[in-house]
């Protein structure tokens, strides 16, 4: 079925359809009736009884969907999410024009006029579908930055809910992208491992017990299951691993221009290589965006979301934020493929590196010193020979078989770390309007389709609805709140 354009929505939604109104049980179950609506720009209005129970559930959860479908070829659809409230206000106009809208004008005056002055109370119910006049600044082309130089691993392994919680929504978006965003998300499931030494058993079996609690399909494996998971990997005596089989690695470039084109079909604008140079506040609360030419773009909200260029763009309006830029490498290797046709991804703790299948005949491996501070405008983009060839023999290491692969190139990219190597995704003290999603310290593309809808919700309705960001809130590093990792190699976090 085709994606509907913005204006093809519109001119659909004007169309006098039946529509499925959907709510919140106070038992967390949904709640289907079909409805009558009005849609008038870009607000949706339908008309309920004062004690049915679509209304007692919008006044307890204002959470609600609306779907409207045509039931002959060319099968249509569009489903809108929302916030809805219930009111009184012009509820007899709201009346007459649904009425109208499906009956006719006479018939439709009459039957609303009979219906106002029935037994039966009416109130109108108006969905808030969210802000849709947004600008992106891009400082150069999509995916030119971070994302484009990520690994791009897309696992649950983590030491904290928070982030393992939004690996694991993010995973499920990447897996099933066309259907929940529209294009193609590059996603390959190889299945994850997580290889840790003695030291680290530990903190490998506290965090797998942990996932398994929360749902995420992992287990702490036997050097005989890993024979028959993947005979190509070599476990030595002191080792322990944990295997997600859901895991893998996906495309980001794919994922970014998808997301990309699905906010313009929306409305909003991306400004490419049109980087932000700078806030306007004035009385404590945001005013504009100041362009590097100089340009001004009004608004009273401002997300600043610049990676390695973050730091600078909030010293601005006097805000100082602990991010601080490191250099990580990745390079691939053409595997012999008659001797290892395939492999999974594997986060080897024990060797502080990971590696990843690249397509049918390549391994990409990601390696980098944590301390090795960069400027965002002057660090090398290319990889150290001796670090590559490093990364090569723990592979072989790893991977006896791959001591026959050879090098075909590389890059280096930033990870925007913080103090504990987590994110922050919250409002900024101090300044009225002023947004922060930073510091992804090399988690930002695995985590992204959860991060961009809980900030989107954080900055539209004050909280995400499904996860509580508060561990990643501004103030921790001030508060002493650091967030913990149960291995010394940070970005397994």
Known sequence: MPRLTPQEIDAYLAGPHVAHFASIREDGSPHVSPVWYQWEDGKVTVVSGDAAVKTRNVRRNPRVALSVATDEWPYQYVILEGDATVSNDNLKDAVRRIFSRYEGAERGEQDAADLAEGDQKLVAIEIDLGIA??????????????????????????????????AWQSLQVFADFDARV??????????????????????????????????????VVSPDDLAKLAPMVTLYDDERAAWEPNSG????????????????????????????AGIDTASGRVQSVVTAAGDRVATDTI??????????????????????????????????VELVPQHPTVGDISQSFSFRPDGSNFTTMGFGDDEEQSDPDAYPQGID???????????????????????????????????????????VPGVEGLFCAVGFSGHGFKLSPAISKAVAELVAEGKARDVDLSPLRFNRFAEGDLLDSSYRYRVLA
């Open 303 to 336: 997300i600043v979301a610049a990676g390695p260029w973050s730091k600078q763009i909030l010293a601005g309006v006097g805000v100082d934020v602990p991010l601080l830029p490191v250099r990580h490498q990745v390079a691939t290797v053409a595997r012999p």
């Open 385 to 427: 020979p001796s670090a590559a060839a490093s990364a090569r023999e723990r592979l072989a290491r790893r991977i006896p078989s791959m001591s026959d692969s050879y090098y075909r190139g590389g890059w280096s990219g930033l990870f925007t770390t913080t103090p504990d190597w987590h994110p922050i995704l919250d409002s």
């Open 249 to 276: 690695y996906a495309d980001p470039y794919q994922v970014t221009v998808s997301y990309a084109a699905r906010a313009r079909e929306a409305g909003a604008v991306i400004a490419s290589r049109n980087p932000a």
């Open 133 to 166: 006049n947004t600008v992106l600044l891009e400082r150069d082309v999509l995916g030119s930055g971070s994302t484009g130089r990520s690994q791009a691993i897309c696992r649950m392994h983590y030491s904290n809910r928070i982030t393992t919680q939004l």
């Open 182 to 219: 529209g294009g193609r998300s590059g996603f390959v499931q190889t299945g994850y491992l997580v290889v840790v030494n003695e030291a680290d058993q530990g903190g490998l079996e506290r965090n797998v017990a942990m996932h398994q609690e929360m749902g995420v399909p992992t287990s």
